[in-house]
């Protein structure tokens, strides 16, 4: 008994809760029709889309996978030489932030700038829980490259 409440019995839960499952690009790919998102799945099986002209993928990692990682990729590249620049933007945002984590890639063409949201979800995700971390991915990802975008010298 915790102050003056006792905890409900088992009984009184409701039998209507929704329960874990597992993660499964097929769930993935299923919030994002529900969304009306165009998406599709490339050769290497993970579910990948364009939202705002950034490339975006969902990805299972993991031994079972059971990490759901979204990773996006900002359509503009970057010449090596704003790497400074590039690079103190992307620390002031990963000090300032929780989502996404972003880094800085050299790619054949220049310099790449990535975000990314990983959750693991050993047990299992609800539908609602799920969407909350595609959202939360997406959502934050194209706010930073439209920070970022403000914040360099036009390219």
């Not at 989502?99 to 220049?110: A, D, I, L, M, N």
């Amino acid at each position: 008994m915790f102050g003056n409440h006792r905890p409900k019995p088992v009984d009184d839960v409701p039998i209507d809760v929704e329960l874990p499952t597992p993660l499964s690009t097929r769930r993935i790919g299923d919030y994002l029709s529900r969304r009306g998102y165009h998406f599709r799945i490339d050769d290497d099986g993970d579910v990948t889309g364009t939202w705002d002209g950034n490339r975006f993928w969902f990805l299972l990692l993991g031994e079972h996978q059971e990490i759901l990682q979204v990773r996006g990729r900002w359509s503009t590249t970057l010449p090596v030489t704003s790497r400074l620049a590039v690079l103190q933007a992307v620390n002031d945002w990963n000090r300032e932030r929780i989502w996404p984590k972003v880094y800085v890639r050299e790619e054949s063409q220049g310099l790449a700038l990535y975000a990314e949201v990983s959750v693991d979800l050993e047990r299992g995700a609800t539908d609602d829980q799920l969407g909350q971390v595609v959202s939360c991915g997406l959502g934050t990802a194209v706010q930073l490259f439209n920070t970022i975008g403000g914040q360099l010298p036009p390219v």
